[in-house]
């Protein structure tokens, strides 16, 4: 059974930092693409950062130089470092792990997701 459990969003001011984990488990962690969305009230949910089974990474726009996502293959676990936090960055965040297949196709498992709360 595949399982994919965020930890670490909470409440933090502006300017702050959290570091988000997610453990996974059932699945071959290290052939997995990982990453992280975030879907806040209203909004579609969006791609922050995706890290590769090769460990390239790729951010969006909004969060380059604030976020930095890492994995770590021996414990099966993704993390995403979140610094100098805005307002705008409230949202669930949610954890991906994808594996592409043949004819684009993936297979493409999620976390409930965890609440990260920017506010004074």
């Known amino acids: 059974q595949v399982q994919l459990v965020e930890s670490g969003g909470g409440l933090v001011q502006p300017g702050g930092s959290l570091r988000l984990s997610c453990a996974a488990s059932?699945?071959?962690?290290?052939?997995?693409?990982m990453g992280w969305y975030r879907q806040a009230p209203g909004k579609q949910r969006e791609l922050v950062a995706v890290i590769s089974s090769g460990g390239r990474t790729n951010y969006a726009d909004s969060v380059k130089d604030r976020f930095t996502i890492s994995r770590d293959n021996a414990k099966n676990a993704v993390y995403l470092q979140m610094n100098s936090l805005k307002p705008e960055d409230t949202a669930v965040y949610y954890c991906?792990?994808?594996?592409?297949?043949?004819?684009?196709?993936?297979?493409?498992?999620w976390g409930q997701g965890t609440q990260v709360t920017v506010s004074s």
């Open positions: 059932g699945i071959i962690f290290n052939i997995y693409a």
């Open positions: 991906n792990a994808d594996y592409p297949l043949s004819g684009g196709s993936s297979i493409s498992r």
